[in-house]
């Protein structure tokens, strides 16, 4: 079982704080970008695409282009980020079976999954992006 977050989606939300902090109206260029969250400036067109695709970031090409935040992060919550980049969770899949449940009244481990995915869903729904970076740095 796999409880966290992609390479992809980790990077994802690191040019989101990256792209807030440096938000002066320009463009960041993607090799600086790739730079700043540690990544390629090959890879960079996959994790931003997403993140384009969905309007929380825009992007420009030419010399003077590159990416820009396009959201207010006070008003972006984790959850909405993640799934813009791994898709929406699927709470009717079976833990047992990998698809959906057979049968709900038999199944031992329906209920309890069921809570714990909403429970999830429900903390990642309540961190808003602004506040990440404080929350990292103050539990360090």
Same mark, same amino acid.
């Given at each position: 079982?796999?409880? !966290?977050? %992609?390479?992809?989606?980790?990077?994802?939300?690191?040019?989101?704080? $990256?792209?807030?902090?440096? #938000? #002066?109206?320009?463009? $960041?260029? !993607?090799? +600086?970008?790739?730079?700043?969250?540690?990544?390629?400036?090959?890879?960079?067109?996959?994790?931003?695409?997403?993140? @384009?695709?969905? #309007?929380?970031?825009?992007?420009?090409?030419?010399?003077?282009?590159?990416?820009?935040?396009? @959201?207010?992060?006070? =008003?972006?919550?984790?959850?909405?980020?993640? *799934?813009?980049? +791994?898709?929406?969770? =699927?709470?009717?899949?079976?833990?047992?079976?990998?698809?959906?449940?057979? #049968?709900?009244? %038999?199944?031992?481990?329906?209920?309890?999954?069921?809570?714990?995915?909403?429970?999830?869903?429900? *903390?990642? !729904?309540?961190?808003?992006?602004?506040?990440?970076?404080?929350?990292? +740095?103050? *539990?360090?």
């Amino acid at each position: 079982m796999h409880l !966290g977050i %992609s390479r992809k989606t980790a990077l994802a939300l690191k040019a989101m704080s $990256v792209l807030s902090s440096m #938000d #002066d109206g320009l463009s $960041v260029p !993607g090799r +600086e970008l790739a730079g700043h969250i540690g990544t390629t400036a090959r890879f960079l067109p996959q994790v931003m695409k997403p993140l @384009v695709a969905h #309007d929380y970031a825009t992007s420009s090409p030419g010399p003077s282009g590159g990416y820009r935040l396009a @959201v207010d992060l006070t =008003d972006t919550t984790l959850l909405q980020v993640i *799934e813009a980049i +791994e898709g929406p969770f =699927d709470l009717g899949k079976c833990i047992s079976t990998g698809g959906p449940c057979p #049968d709900q009244a %038999s199944c031992a481990l329906h209920i309890p999954w069921t809570r714990a995915k909403t429970a999830v869903l429900t *903390e990642l !729904g309540s961190v808003m992006l602004d506040i990440m970076g404080q929350s990292s +740095e103050s *539990e360090g």
